[in-house]
């Protein structure tokens, strides 16, 4: 019999679902293709007894998305949707230099920054992710398949958030898909704490993602174009095109929401505040309790960025006029400098050092010291250093295969761990001998899709709230 093909599409004009979904009977085989319309997708393949068992699988899977509001479609009439970019108007500060100490040309324009004790993280438009040293060496590339929208550290994992709808893991060697954004989401921002994730997006919606990537919880703020969303133990604060609303974490239920001056294009957060940059020129510092205006930090154009020094002690904010500034904790206004290289679209700071990723795609590394900002102020800076990626520096792309060994050939420190249906979930278990059922492990999605059982080597302990996950060479047994 030749194989037969059903191709079905689901393309709402309002902007949310685009995405395919292909079913080919093929003897006693159905190969099952879904994604984004436009994209590649997934591929799953399945093996029946019988052609007629067969026959009736692939007709159960087309009549379920049938009956979800699929149609039959031509391949290729319909095309990949634009993904949404923020809209930049960036010009040149007529501020005094900064006293910048190095900087990185990414080569693209680039939204995604975390520093940690180690090095820094910037992840560009084109899905280029660098690490460099605090001192201004490039260690390593990883390319993602699409733009970075931002990075994200929770403890010691780190997590970059793309413009094909996915979170990529880059704390190993190889990035690994960890989470995956429903089709129908169009991702603004990201942040995660203890393993769930907060995404905020274009429609002005908050939803939130359990560690074993299932879905929370979702609500829809007042405005739209939500560009802030951030995590703590108890709250999601998501901040969008009217203000800042608060939710519970665990249920999503609402507990204040405080508008504020112009739309909110960025968050941060200190253990009792939350922070809000907005469009009409100001960073809004609002009581994380009630959502009450703590302070305000006037700058003189749209700001896209904020941080803060550790304690609210220093507030710093960037604006799409290529400057930087620095508030004391009240709001008084210490200093406003040129960055040289393009607005500030992401900001940290860490030990007497502002870092900032820009409009232009450079990273830079400020020196924020009392000392070297009078310098600047008296028009005195150093001469940055110009980093330079090594020509022979290796790019790292994810994994897409999981290599098979015989169990007897790895070593017997690793935890083995099966696959198991539990409703409409499917989970992961370890079934080591000594292994506390209580810690929560996180698994790759596509672990326990495959409903097969994998070793997973090194298990690392987060010292914070014992959140346990799974980290390092995952490997299909036989």
């Not at 393993?195 to 979702?218: K, P, Y």
């Not at 590394?365 to 310098?375: G, L, N, S, V």
Request: charge should be negative; hydrophobic fraction near 40%.
């Amino acid at each position: 019999m030749a194989a037969r093909s059903t191709y079905l599409e689901l393309s709402e004009d309002g902007g949310s679902s685009h995405k395919f979904y292909e079913v080919v009977h093929d003897g006693l085989q159905v190969t099952i293709s879904y994604g984004r319309i436009g994209e590649p997708g997934q591929t799953k393949i399945s093996a029946f007894a019988t052609e007629e068992k067969a026959a009736a699988a692939a007709a159960t899977k087309v009549g379920e998305k049938v009956r979800k509001g699929y149609a039959p479609a031509v391949r290729g009439v319909r095309q990949r949707r634009a993904v949404t970019r923020r809209s930049v108007e960036s010009v040149r500060s007529t501020a005094t230099q900064a006293p910048v100490l190095w900087r990185f040309a990414s080569g693209a324009a680039a939204f995604g920054i975390f520093v940690d004790s180690e090095r820094c993280w910037v992840g560009n438009q084109r899905g280029d992710v660098y690490t460099v040293t605090h001192e201004g060496t490039v260690t390593g590339r990883f390319r993602l398949p699409d733009g970075v929208k931002c990075i994200v550290g929770d403890d010691f994992w780190i997590y970059a958030g793309a413009d094909d709808g996915k979170v990529y893991d880059l704390s190993g060697k190889v990035p690994r898909v960890a989470y995956e954004i429903a089709e129908d989401v169009d991702i603004y921002w990201l942040d995660i704490h203890d393993g769930v994730l907060g995404v905020s997006d274009r429609a002005g919606r908050i939803t939130t993602i359990d560690h074993e990537d299932e879905f929370q919880w979702a609500r829809k703020g007042r405005g739209d174009s939500a560009w802030m969303v951030r995590c703590d133990d108890d709250a999601v604060y998501h901040g969008h095109s009217t203000g800042v609303a608060r939710y519970d974490a665990a249920d999503g239920t609402p507990i204040w929401e405080s508008g504020v001056a112009g739309a909110v294009l960025f968050g941060w957060q200190e253990a009792d505040s939350v922070y809000a940059g907005t469009a009409r020129g100001a960073v809004h510092r609002l009581s994380k309790k009630d959502g009450t205006t703590e302070a305000v930090y006037r700058c003189d154009a749209t700001v896209f960025s904020c941080a803060t020094a550790p304690g609210g002690r220093y507030v710093f904010a960037g604006d799409n006029h290529s400057s930087v500034y620095c508030f004391d904790q009240s709001g008084e206004r210490l200093w406003k400098l040129a960055t040289g290289c393009g607005s500030a679209f992401s900001m940290q700071y860490l030990d007497d050092r502002l870092y900032i990723v820009t409009t232009d795609g450079t990273l830079a590394c400020i020196d924020a010291t009392e000392e070297a900002i009078r310098a600047a102020q008296a028009g005195t800076v150093p001469e940055p250093v110009d980093v330079k990626a090594a020509a022979s520096l290796a790019v790292v792309e994810p994994a897409a295969v999981l290599e098979t060994v015989v169990l007897d050939t790895v070593p017997g420190e690793g935890v083995v761990v099966e696959c198991f249906r539990e409703g409409e979930r499917l989970r992961v278990r370890v079934i080591s001998e000594g292994y506390d059922q209580g810690w929560n492990v996180q698994f790759p999605k596509g672990v326990r899709e495959a409903g097969a059982r994998y070793l997973v080597e090194g298990v690392r302990h987060s010292a914070r709230g014992g959140f346990y996950r799974a980290y390092g060479d995952i490997r299909r047994l036989l």
